[in-house]
């Protein structure tokens, strides 16, 4: 079965919408002099709006999953919460590679949190980006990893997603250390850029990888599982690039928390 291109393509599309959302975003709200719907800029108003911009463009896209799209009927009755999560946990350890590839997970999550999360500011603190060039690269960024999860989905179903996991997670360590150590602004743009055709296929690759590996009477309830995996620890990558720069001053210095992170992930990562 094609899991990859089907990922990869669920995850290009995913990107098309943030591209559109920050299209929208940057034209409205950011760049005019006087803000979309008379909102003023006093106490940042214009960048404000934007969090119920988010909210009402979920609700509005999320509309018709909710309205159109039937879930089949359960075979049997669900039980309890506490005990589907014990299924889900035998059933992770049964599977080869499910525990290891789970933790691996955990990690390089962390390790995109942490570039999502912070890649904004280290870029205007570092270089002096304004708001609209912040969004410009979330812009770019949103673009090449749109075409990555396309190739990517590609490239998974003949490579295998592990192997496509490795290239990525390592080229994303490589491209962040380049990002990290420019000294210009231009070679942060191109490696930043760069980024993004990597982060598309990892993300694509690992769904695909639970897809085949996964029984299907428990796929649901392992990609909920792997979902989880990239949240319980979601504060650590950040809380640790809090203390770097805590500690050194520096802001170059706390952005390695995400280069260790994803090659944590990639020593974690199963054989097969």
Same mark, same amino acid.
């Given at each position: 079965r094609e899991y990859g291109r089907a990922s990869g393509l669920a995850w290009g599309i995913g990107y098309v919408g943030a591209i559109f959302a920050l299209v929208l975003v940057l034209m409205l709200f950011v760049m005019p002099e006087e803000p979309a719907l008379g909102i003023g800029r006093e106490g940042a108003a214009h960048i404000r709006v934007t969090m119920i911009f988010a909210a009402l463009w979920l609700c509005l896209f999320a509309a018709p999953l909710f309205l159109f799209v039937k879930s089949p009927a359960p075979v049997a009755d669900p039980a309890p919460l506490? =005990?589907?999560?014990? #299924?889900?946990?035998?059933?992770? *350890?049964?599977?080869? +590679? *499910?525990?290891?590839?789970?933790? =691996?997970? *955990?990690? !390089? =999550?962390?390790?995109?949190?942490?570039?999502?999360?912070? /890649?904004?500011?280290?870029?205007?603190?570092?270089? +002096? !980006?304004?708001?609209?060039?912040? %969004?410009?690269?979330?812009?770019?960024? #949103?673009?090449?990893?749109?075409? /990555?999860?396309?190739i990517g989905g590609f490239a998974d179903d003949r490579m295998g997603s592990l192997r496509?996991?490795?290239v990525c997670l390592l080229a994303l360590a490589g491209l962040g250390t380049v990002a990290i150590l420019a000294p210009a602004e231009p070679? !942060?743009?191109?490696? /930043?850029?760069?980024l993004g055709i990597f982060i598309g296929p990892l993300q694509s690759s690992a769904r695909a990888w639970?897809?085949?590996k996964a029984p299907p009477e428990q796929r649901a309830s392992l990609f909920g599982l792997m979902m989880f995996s990239g949240k319980a620890t979601s504060f650590?990558?950040?809380?640790?690039?809090?203390? %770097?720069?805590?500690?050194t001053g520096n802001?170059?210095? +706390?952005m390695t928390v995400v280069i260790a992170l994803l090659?944590?992930?990639? %020593?974690?990562?199963?054989r097969r």
């Open positions: 506490g =005990a589907q999560l014990r #299924n889900s946990l035998k059933t992770a *350890m049964a599977i080869p +590679g *499910m525990t290891r590839f789970l933790l =691996a997970r *955990m990690l !390089f =999550a962390d390790g995109l949190v942490t570039l999502f999360a912070f /890649g904004g500011i280290y870029a205007a603190t570092v270089f +002096g !980006f304004s708001q609209t060039k912040v %969004l410009v690269f979330g812009i770019i960024l #949103n673009i090449t990893a749109g075409i /990555g999860a396309g496509v996991m490795r070679l !942060f743009w191109a490696a /930043g850029a760069c639970v897809a085949r650590v990558g950040p809380l640790l690039y809090g203390i %770097l720069i805590t500690v802001d170059r210095a +706390g090659l944590a992930g990639l %020593l974690v990562l199963p």
